[in-house]
């Protein structure tokens, strides 16, 4: 009786590893074009977990062949999708290593902005529009600087018009951040503080919407702060920022500089 059972269990245990090897297997003859080619059906179905587990496949299996350069673009934005910014940044970054003169490059680092953009979406801001000048500047900072390589490197590519429109909404969101800190400070008395972050707005956000209002925290501030000849330097440049608008005149960028370094002198630092 126990010699019977244990052949039941031993015929059961094979039969297990033969199905496992049998479905670990289904793949093994399948030609790089025949792997691409069910990735990218998973990929248009919105599977994206099949499209990734492909992909791998692919890239595993034929790491020098014609489809493995497209396939390391598709796999980033299908690990976008399935909200694994990590890996899709990975993703693209071997692609632009790998592949310095390939014609989809623009692409890459225009994806790398996408990505960057979107890591600090949560669920509700996919649906709901929220103010993005309230979010992590860390990414948006990256995202800025990959529009930006689209944009410079890359004019003459179909992605340059919409990734300068991307890398300014991005600049003056990281300005409008600055002043939500500026404000923070201000409101809790904390004045030099307040400057300081004005400061650096007009300093590194001049030609933005921000460089108004940073104008008006350093006249409110400095007046808080007894510093009435710094006050009236700042009216006088925002006078000037509001008649001439932020691109202003020679008139008006001598003034910010002249703002910029009397104040890292009043502080003791050199403005550098």
């Known amino acids: ?6 052949y039941l269990l031993l015929s059961a245990t094979l039969l297990a590893g033969c199905s496992s090897t049998e479905e670990k297997d289904n793949t093994v003859n399948w030609s790089a074009e025949r792997i691409y080619a069910e990735a990218s059906g998973a990929l248009r179905e919105g599977n994206y977990e099949k499209a990734i587990k492909n992909y791998e496949l692919l890239e595993a299996r034929y790491p020098y062949g014609v489809y493995a350069a497209q396939a390391q673009l598709d796999i980033a934005y299908a690990y976008s999708k399935f909200d694994e910014p ?3 940044i990975d993703a693209l970054d071997r692609f632009i290593r790998l592949h310095p003169d390939h014609p989809e490059l623009a692409y890459a680092y225009y994806m790398k902005g996408i990505v960057n953009t979107e890591r ?6 996919r649906f709901v529009p929220t103010d993005a000048t309230q979010r992590d500047p860390v990414a948006y900072t990256q995202a800025y600087k990959d529009f930006k390589e689209v944009a410079e490197r890359f004019p003459d590519s179909r992605y340059a018009k919409d990734a ?3 890398a300014v909404y991005l600049f003056n969101s990281l300005a409008m951040h600055e002043i939500h800190i500026a404000d923070y400070y201000m409101d809790r008395g904390a004045y030099l503080a307040a400057v300081k972050r ?12 921000a460089a108004e209002k940073a104008l008006e925290i350093m006249v409110e501030g400095y ?3 007894g510093l009435t000849e710094f006050a009236t330097d700042a009216q006088r440049v925002l006078v000037l920022n509001r008649e001439q608008g932020n691109f202003g ?13 009397r104040f890292w ?6 403005e550098d």
Do not use: C
């Open 265 to 270: 002198e009043y502080i003791g630092l050199d």
């Open 223 to 225: 007046t808080q702060l």
């Open 86 to 88: 990590d890996a899709a």
């Open 249 to 261: 005149s020679d008139a008006y960028e001598q003034a910010n500089k002249s703002l910029i370094r």
């Open 1 to 6: 009786m126990r010699r019977s059972l244990l």
């Open 198 to 209: 004005a400061v650096g707005v007009v300093e590194n956000y001049q030609r933005t919407p």
């Open 164 to 166: 300068h429109q991307r």
């Open 120 to 125: 600090n979406l949560g669920l509700m801001d």
